[in-house]
T-cell receptor, first 117, second 112 residues
């Protein structure tokens, strides 16, 4: 079974600085997607960025980028020029693209990011 | 309304009550999901419906009963719940199994 591990329960960053959130996963599959979701306090979870395992190039969405290391099974999220609105719980998630359970997202426990003014 | 909506946003119920959670998606998607989010635990997938047919049921107790009358609506019927069922229940939708899941704001459930 796939597992997703976020080893940092909490992180903090100063406004305008850069922070990296870690995620590792365990799978025997080669075809899958990885996601970072953001859940602000009392607000809904939204997709930040996603990465297909077959793509070598790291995904980027404005100030958010990932460092995808397939061999190491690592998928970290870098937030540049951090803003107060980035404060949230961040979840790393895995979804298989093969086999029967393509619908299932496997989530990590999350990292709570605080942004200090 | 846009995206995925859920009602009610908060619910308090006794162990003998029967209640229902409602989810509606306005994205034209054909798959809908129920997740449970408990404190300090990863989100757990409960049920998946694709084209109104249940395609996944992750060993969820029978006191949770899902219903998907059409591709835009999903319900979770609750009866004789336990205090450990208190959690945030999230609904999500996607266009097929290979596309991104979009989440609703959740229903915060407290079972007394």
């Amino acid at each position: 079974a796939q597992t997703v591990t976020q080893s940092q329960p909490e992180m903090s960053v100063q406004e305008a600085e850069t922070v990296t959130l870690s995620c590792t996963y365990d799978t025997s599959e080669s075809d899958y997607y990885l996601f970072w979701y953001k859940q602000p306090p009392s607000r809904q979870m939204i997709l930040v960025i996603r990465q297909e395992a077959y793509k070598q190039q790291n995904a980027t969405e404005n100030r958010f980028s990932v460092n995808f290391q397939k061999a190491a099974k690592s998928f970290s999220l870098k937030i540049s020029d951090s803003q107060l609105g980035d404060a949230a719980m961040y979840f790393c998630a895995y979804r298989s693209n093969s086999g029967g359970s393509n619908y299932k997202l496997t989530f990590g426990k999350g990292t709570l990011l605080t942004v200090n003014p | 309304e846009t995206g995925v909506t859920q009602t009610p946003r908060h619910l308090v119920m006794g162990m003998t009550n029967k209640k229902s959670l409602k989810c509606e998606q306005h994205l034209g998607h054909n798959a809908m999901y129920w997740y449970k989010q408990s404190a300090k635990k990863p989100l757990e997938l409960m049920f998946v419906y694709s084209l109104e047919e249940r395609v996944e049921n992750n060993s969820v107790p029978s006191r949770f009963s899902p219903e998907c009358p059409n591709s835009s609506h999903l319900f979770l019927h609750l009866h004789t719940l336990q205090p450990e069922d208190s959690a945030l229940y999230l609904c999500a939708s996607s266009q097929g199994r290979f596309e991104t899941q979009y989440f609703g704001p959740g229903t915060r459930l407290l079972v007394l």
